[in-house]
């Protein structure tokens, strides 16, 4: 038995527009609405109901209200003729179905054979918001139409902002549809005409052109123009062909596979290829080219799941690109971003990593993983693509890595709770070192309460690791060692709160909580000399950590009574002190984490490090939205990092080999106010306003003007957007039910 196929959004192919309206007809029964009581009670309701024995025939008079499961049937009168199972409903006929209606002056229909004519009919589909209506509506077989005069659309209204109209139009779902002096109209002005159009009709999917995609970019690729192809191969696989020109660079083809196994088996293969004859010397950061001659332009993607049970499922992310530029070349229209979601549910949509040109490294994954009720067992393969400058040979890859987990359980039945951590991994590199590493940290915690105001945590662990080296890069070290060290420590909280009733409007309660929190963490020494590049380095630690959390949490009344609650304000202040720390300087940056929220259309919030030393901010972070009941929003964010080593053990980090542990510094300092506007002008237009501002570099990263027009079921929009290296304008219209068209 084949599972049936997935939808993803965007896979109707363009043959015409009328396609995408009659592809719907067919949700439910149209005409013969089938009244079954083997398929629950019927009840029938009128002003008379009458047997003619002579014909077998009821007759239900005035006001008729049928009701069977599923749906309603309402009209002046109906009359069934048990014989033959024919019906006629006439008056004002209504037909509900799952909030789907049938309207017609007569509706003619056999309940066994499910056909039928709806005169005067109209249709309207409510998944998909489709109007259809004729004058005459025949279900003429279990999936075969005739409408007369026929009329479809997607807007509201008795004169639609647009609609399909036919003289006739002869449709088979599942099959293929003709339709006799099609036409298309804007606001009743015709804009399409066609004598004759013969289109495939199925409520499946079908093989077609998709929407195509235009694009105009001054500077990077000039006029963009793809026509992507859509082949339904079998009802478990399809394929999307994308012909692709930019005339500053040449053609570029890609291949979307998609296949689909069963709920627990599916995955997604996409690969391009260009011959690129752009000519460019420039350099962005830590990466530069001098391209004379064309190149070779590509990337693939593979995304595979396969769910054994619900404890075990294995999955791949494979990416690879061809170079460290592909993804600053082509940041428009990118497959990668087109397809990026973190969502689990979305089974075609599973990029997962957000591929802008700022990306540093492209990460390729598979992962076995096995849950047990107190353990989890994961075998990981991954390969790291540097995409920041230089060679990647010296990236450390590991391939494999095992991890196995032990949940966090009681000992024996005592106090006591036992966690631990077991890993391997081999770690290679193509110009550096290589070998295996072992590691195992079992952890034992005492969770102890006193009273009811205060938990203390104690813990104490052990970590061993072992590895060997299978290069022969260095003869002075030793290919095998190990460390051992132990940590411990504890974590101690406590928590005050006071309840103050307000009874407000809106408002009934406030809680204010304060939370005081201690973790002291304490490392020995060990002596680390000689440890590879692959282990990681575990400093000295003998560090107090107090923090102190503020939160004010609102119990919300609306109108109708209804019980919700708002956190107003949260706050949190955090150090750590460092016992042995010998420059002088023992108290960290403290940390600030603010979020207020007085009322759902305003919101704030701050992370920011403070330097005591310096009295300044090594990290300030701040974020304002505000909007209101209309639809209009301003958002303000400011970003500041300054570049700052931590110490370790008391000795600035920039003493310590940064190429070995780099990890142990901060990022590039980084100083940008961002602000988006949007203001709801009319009910109809917005007015969107984006800047994007680069404060260290006084260098303007974007600037967007946009406006947008938009009514029940169409819209146009225009958007002007300059970055600081190129230019664009795009311009894009869409229909309700049939897709967006846009040239930038």
Known sequence: MKTPFIYKKGRLPLKVGLIFLLWFIPVYDLIAAEIDATKGPVTIEAESISY???????????????????????????????????????????????????????????VESKTGVAYNGKMFLEKNH????????????????????????????????????????DVTIDGYGTLKNAEFLANNVPVFYSPYLLFPAKTTRQSGFLFPYLNYSENKLGWDIEIPFYWAISESADATFFQRYMDKRGFKEGIEFRYFMGNNSFGTFYGDFMNDNWRANEAVGNISRDWESDHKRWSYFLNHETTFDPSFYFRTDIVKISDNWYLKDFNTHNYYLDNYSTNVTEKFSKVSFFADQTLGSLNSTARLVKNWQLYNLTALVSYTDDLSGGSNDLTLQKYPEITLKGIKRPVFGSPLNLEFDATYDYFYSGGGEKGHLFDVQPVLTLPLRMGDYLKITPQIGIKETLWDRTDDISAVQDNYDHRIMYTAGFDAKTEISRVFNIDGQDIEKIRHSIEPELTYTYIPNVNQNNIPTFVTLIPEQNTLTYSLTNTFLAKMKDKGGMTSYLELLRLKLSQTYDFNNVTGQKLSDVDIELDFKPFKYLSFSARNKLNLYSISWDQAQYDLNISDSRGDTASVGYRYTSYRFPTINGINASAVNIAFYPYLYTAAPVEEVNLSLKAVITKSINLLYVV??????????ENTIGLDYHKQCWSIGVKYSQTYNDKSVMLNFSLTGLGKFGVQ
């Open 130 to 169: 489709f109007y259809i209506s004729g004058s005459r509506i025949e279900k003429k077989g279990e999936a075969t139409y005739f409408v007369k005069d026929a009329t479809a659309t997607t807007c509201d209204g008795d004169s639609p902002a647009w609609r399909f109209l036919g003289k006739e139009l």
């Open 692 to 701: 994007r501002q680069d404060e260290l570099n006084s260098q303007n990263v």
């Open 52 to 110: 003619d024995q002579n014909v077998d025939t009821y007759y239900a008079k005035g006001n008729v209200v049928i009701t069977y499961a599923g749906g309603i049937l309402m009209a002046e009168s109906v009359a069934l003729n048990k014989t033959t199972s024919d019906a006629t409903a006439e008056g004002s006929v209504m037909i509900v179905s799952d909030n789907d209606i049938l309207e017609g002056d007569k509706v003619e229909f056999n």
